[in-house]
């Protein structure tokens, strides 16, 4: 996948898993306040994923699965998250 400019899952609810594998946002990605709920499996896969942007994950997220962001994607910046190895269930901070 190629997003050229800023691809915004901004609230977006998912009920399965999201796939970048190897996706390219000339951008910024923006996942505040995204849920994706697949309990015993992946919520967001994202090996290879390379954004030339800020990867935006400040608020009010609820990741409950599986989320595969390798510290070595390629992701000028990260706001809000730590990426790597991450907990079975994400609960991001509600916006203050």
Known sequence: MR???QFDLTETVVNGRITL???YVSGELII???KIINPG???LFAGGL???GTLFARYGG???GRLRIPENANIVGVS???IGSLP???ELPTQS
Do not use: C, Q
């Open 41 to 43: 499996s992946w919520t």
């Open 88 to 90: 079975e269930r994400i």
């Open 21 to 23: 594998v190897n996706a």
């Open 80 to 82: 809000g998250m730590k």
């Open 3 to 5: 997003v050229d400019g």
């Open 50 to 52: 390379a954004v030339e």
């Open 32 to 34: 505040n306040g995204t």
């Open 62 to 64: 609820l990741f409950i």
